[in-house]
């Protein structure tokens, strides 16, 4: 009995760890993607004015 119940906490362990990493994940995704717009953005502005007609 108490070995089923031992089995059923790290089951629950390992349930909690995966949903740690998985937030974890997507923490970083959204971070990542954040960085991405910045720079994406930062490069278009760059190229407006490389390509402006600066007398």
Same mark, same amino acid.
């Given at each position: 009995? %108490?070995?089923?119940? $031992?089995? +059923?906490?790290?089951? &629950?362990?390992?349930?909690?760890? !995966?949903?740690?990493?998985?937030?974890?994940?997507? %923490?970083?995704?959204? $971070?990542? +993607?954040?960085?991405? &717009?910045?720079?994406?953005?930062? !490069?278009?502005?760059?190229?407006?004015?490389?390509?402006?007609?600066?007398?």
């Amino acid at each position: 009995m %108490t070995r089923w119940l $031992g089995n +059923g906490r790290r089951r &629950g362990q390992a349930m909690v760890e !995966a949903m740690v990493v998985a937030g974890i994940l997507l %923490t970083v995704l959204v $971070g990542l +993607g954040f960085l991405v &717009g910045a720079f994406l953005d930062n !490069a278009y502005r760059g190229l407006v004015l490389i390509s402006s007609e600066y007398p």
